[in-house]
T-cell receptor, first 112, second 111 residues
C-alpha cells in the first residue's frame, strides 16, 4: 500500500545550521505531497506542499521539491532558528480521496 | 482564521469506561477527520466524515465509533476504553480537497 518514510529523529542542530529532513514515499499513482509542522503543545500546521512532479513548495525559509524519479520530498532550510524546534511530518494525499497518509515524524531541536 | 477546537487537552479515564472526544470547527467545512498520534508511528486515520450523518472508516477504526449530527461537530467515541487506546487524538477539518486544519489535540490516558 501507499506509505511515507521519514528519517529518524531526533535531529539536533545549532542555530544557523543547514537542515535536511529526508522523506520518501511509495504510491501507485500521482499524489500531492505535504510537510506539516507541530510546535510543542499544538496541533499540526501545513508548512508547504507540492501537487505535481518537479514542483517546489516553499514557506518560512523551508523548501521541498517533488522528485518523481527518486520518489522523494526532502525538506530543507538554509539557516535554522531556535524557533524552528518542532516535529515535522511528511504526508501524501490523493485528491480523489482527501485522506492524508503521514510519515512517522521527525523531531528537530535547534540549540542556541 | 479557521479554528478547530477539541473539548479537552488532557483526559484520564479508567479501563472499560465510555469516552467521548468532541471536536468543533467554525469554518463550515464539510470534511472532518479523527487521527491518533503515537511516537514512531506518525498520525493514523481512525474515521472521517464528508457530510453530516456520513462516516467512513479510516485505517484503524477498531474499538472506535464516531458521530456527526451537526456539520460543525464530529465526536469520537471509545465504547469501552482500553489501555492500548492511550494516545494523542487529533481532529482536523477541510473544505473539499483543500488544506486540513488541525485542533490542538487531546492527550488521553487510560489506566
Amino acid at each position: 500500500g501507499d506509505s511515507v518514510t521519514q528519517m529518524e529523529g531526533p535531529v539536533t542542530l545549532s542555530e544557523e545550521a543547514f537542515l535536511t529532513i529526508n522523506c520518501t514515499y511509495t504510491a501507485t499513482g500521482y499524489p500531492s505531497l505535504f510537510w506539516y509542522v507541530q510546535y510543542p503543545g499544538e496541533g499540526l500546521q501545513l508548512l508547504l506542499k507540492a501537487t505535481k512532479a518537479d514542483d517546489k513548495g516553499s514557506n518560512k525559509g523551508f523548501e521541498a521539491t517533488y522528485r518523481k524519479e527518486t520518489t522523494s520530498f526532502h525538506l530543507e532550510k538554509g539557516s535554522v532558528q531556535v524557533s524552528d524546534s518542532a516535529v515535522y511530518f511528511c504526508a501524501l494525499r490523493y485528491n480523489q480521496g482527501g485522506k492524508l497518509i503521514f510519515g512517522q515524524g521527525t523531531e528537530l531541536s535547534v540549540k542556541p | 482564521d479557521v479554528k478547530v477546537t477539541q473539548s479537552s487537552r488532557y483526559l484520564v479515564k479508567r479501563t472499560g469506561e465510555k469516552v467521548f472526544l468532541e471536536c468543533v470547527q467554525d469554518m463550515d467545512h464539510e470534511n472532518m477527520f479523527w487521527y491518533r498520534q503515537d511516537p514512531g508511528l506518525g498520525l493514523r486515520l481512525i474515521y472521517f466524515s464528508y457530510d453530516v450523518k456520513m462516516k467512513e472508516k479510516g485505517d484503524i477504526p477498531e474499538g472506535y465509533s464516531v458521530s456527526r449530527e451537526k456539520k460543525e461537530r464530529f465526536s469520537l467515541i471509545l465504547e469501552s476504553a482500553s489501555t492500548n487506546q492511550t494516545s494523542m487524538y487529533l481532529c482536523a477539518s477541510s473544505l473539499g480537497y483543500d488544506e486540513q486544519y488541525f485542533g490542538p489535540g487531546t492527550r488521553l490516558t487510560v489506566t
